[in-house]
């Protein structure tokens, strides 16, 4: 399972951006995750989603400004990101994870594949 994502760049403090992560195969039974590691840190958790959109969680850093979405038709997922701060800055990954059941995943050890990370800057 091959993950890109794109749409990473520099935008300004108050702007959008829109991530999305094109998946090799059909994404119909894969939780799908959006990660971020800004220079110095750990990876941290951002979002995700459930199979069909069913349930969706966001960190609270994020919450509110964040919007996770996925079109399983397209094999898609897309994290719309608005009201942007310095802060977001990081690189940003997609993962997957296999899973029977449909349910949020929060660890990045939970996930199965990732993408090579695309960057976003926000500059104040």
């Known amino acids: 399972v091959q993950l890109q994502a794109s749409g990473g760049g520099l935008a300004q403090a108050g702007g959008s951006l829109r991530l999305a992560c094109v998946v090799s195969e059909s994404i119909s039974r894969l939780i799908m995750g959006w990660f971020r590691q800004a220079p110095g840190k750990e990876r941290e958790f951002v979002g995700a989603?459930?199979?069909?959109?069913?349930?969706?969680a966001l960190a609270d850093s994020v919450k509110g400004r964040f919007t996770i979405t996925r079109d399983n038709a397209k094999n898609t997922v897309y994290l719309q990101m608005d009201s942007l701060k310095p802060e977001d800055t990081a690189v940003y990954y997609c993962?997957?994870?296999?899973?029977?059941?449909?349910?949020?995943?929060?660890?990045?050890?939970?996930?199965?594949?990732w993408g090579q990370g695309t960057l976003v800057t926000v500059s104040s």
């Open positions: 993962a997957a994870k296999r899973s029977p059941y449909s349910a949020v995943a929060y660890a990045a050890g939970d996930y199965d594949y």
């Open positions: 989603v459930t199979w069909n959109s069913g349930r969706t």
